[in-house]
């Protein structure tokens, strides 16, 4: 069974950073496409970071600079390294795995299949 596990999120001050970690059971994550979305309160889940399994990498804008999205092949683990984080990267946060995406839909929730449950994370100001 493909499972997903998403964890690190907490509350965190403005310019402060976080790690999430998103850990694969089930699948031989190294040949998946990963993605870490976001989901506020009342607005719809869109794409921060994606890692392909040739080890590409795509950013939103808004995240670019800031985040940076690691595989680490031993653990099956993806991580989110988030620094610089503002009030308004509140949200939810999930990760996502497809075998593939096409990297013009890298930040797409509809391209990706296996989702983990979300981790909170609150930036207070």
């Known amino acids: 069974e493909v499972q997903l596990q998403a964890s690190g999120g907490g509350l965190v001050r403005a310019g402060g950073s976080l790690r999430l970690s998103c850990t694969a059971s089930?699948?031989?994550?190294?040949?998946?496409?990963i993605g870490w979305f976001r989901q506020a309160p009342g607005k719809e889940r869109e794409g921060d970071a994606c890692?392909?399994?040739?080890?590409?990498?795509y950013y939103s804008d808004s995240v670019k600079g800031r985040f940076t999205i690691s595989r680490d092949s031993a653990d099956k683990t993806v991580y989110l390294q988030m620094n610089g984080l503002k009030p308004e990267d509140t949200a939810v946060y999930f990760c996502?795995?497809?075998?593939?995406?096409?990297?013009?839909?890298?930040?797409?929730?509809?391209?990706?299949?296996?989702w983990g449950q979300g981790t909170l994370v609150t930036v207070s100001s």
């Open positions: 089930g699948f031989t994550s190294d040949e998946h496409d």
């Open positions: 890692v392909g399994s040739d080890g590409s990498r």
């Open positions: 996502a795995a497809d075998v593939f995406v096409r990297s013009e839909f890298a930040l797409l929730e509809s391209q990706y299949v296996h």
